[in-house]
């Protein structure tokens, strides 16, 4: 049996783009595959923290929290990102685009053709759910795109 992994992934995923997302989950799963999809929240998570305007905030806040390295290491990119006439944006990765309630989750998956098996409340962070889902046998449904 194919097992399709995506752990943390969706929630980052601009919501506008989860069905096709999913649907290229089940592009790529072979049939009769399980598919675990982790960790979509259901709520909204907080804002990005902390926020700074200047390289300079950003700079003396990694110094103070994780020390001259990550200070460093910033700096490089910046000044690359600079050399390279290319904007420099600081978004911490944290920032959750997709949340949703697992119905809706759920109904989403379904129009991409895969189907739900179960889920259950993830532990840490608990505002969460993981899915399992299963792609169909070949042959037992068409696909989604031509329904």
């Known amino acids: 049996m ?4 995506c752990n943390n992934v969706l929630l980052v995923v601009p919501r506008e783009k989860i069905l096709a997302s999913l ?5 790529v799963a072979k049939p009769g595959a399980r598919i675990l999809i982790g960790e979509i929240p259901f709520e ?3 804002p990005p ?3 700074f305007t200047t390289a300079r905030e950003t700079l003396g806040c990694l110094y103070n929290q994780y020390g001259l ?3 460093l290491g910033m700096l490089r990119r ?6 390279g006439g290319q904007p420099f944006t600081i978004r911490s990765g944290s920032q959750i685009d997709y949340y949703a309630q697992a119905e809706e989750v759920i109904a989403l998956a379904s129009e991409a053709g895969l189907g739900y098996v179960r889920h259950w409340r993830h532990e840490d962070p608990n505002n969460r ?3 399992l889902f299963r792609k169909a046998e070949a ?5 989604p795109r031509s329904a």
């Open 2 to 5: 194919s097992v399709v992994i």
């Open 44 to 46: 909204p998570g907080p």
């Open 129 to 131: 759910y993981n899915y």
């Open 23 to 27: 649907r290229e989950i089940y592009r």
């Open 139 to 143: 042959g037992s449904i068409a696909n």
């Open 69 to 71: 390295r990550s200070a």
């Open 49 to 51: 923290d902390p926020e």
């Open 78 to 83: 910046m000044v690359f990102r600079r050399l």
